[in-house]
Structures are given as structure tokens and as C-alpha cells.
């Protein structure tokens, strides 16, 4: 037996739904710190020193196999 359209549309309708308030939170323009209301063809290189800096400190280091061979510790020979 076949579904009305409304009873096959009902779930996408509920993910859809759910996805509108699942978004991550924007920040109003005056908010932002004024480096970041820049556009990103206006960045100086501190700037994006800064940026950099903001991306090393969340990350996690790396294991050792993952290392480049001049950061692996030297074998014991």
C-alpha cells in the first residue's frame, strides 16, 4: 500500500528541521576582534602569523613514525 506524499515527506522535513538549529554560531560583526573583520586579501603577514599561531596551538603533535626523518629521534646504535 502506498504512503500519502505528507507521510514520505515527513522525515526529511524533521532532519531539515533538526540541521536549522544544529548550526555552529556565527559571530555579529562587532563581536569579531578588528583583525578579523579584515578581508583576506587585506591580511598583513602578521596577520597571518597570528592565524598560524592560533592553528598550532589546538593541534595535537604528531606521533613519532609521522614525524619528518630530521625531527625523529636517532636510532641507538
Known amino acids: 500500500m502506498a504512503r500519502p506524499a505528507v507521510l514520505r515527506a515527513l522525515p526529511l522535513l524533521f532532519l531539515l528541521f533538526l540541521v536549522s538549529f544544529s548550526s555552529p554560531k556565527k559571530f555579529e560583526e562587532e563581536d569579531k576582534p578588528a583583525w578579523a573583520k579584515k ?39
Open 39 to 77: 578581508d583576506i586579501r587585506d591580511y598583513s603577514d602578521a596577520d597571518l602569523e597570528r592565524l598560524l599561531e592560533q592553528w598550532d596551538e589546538d593541534e595535537e603533535p604528531l606521533p613519532e613514525d609521522e614525524l619528518p626523518e630530521h625531527l625523529r629521534p636517532q636510532p641507538q646504535v
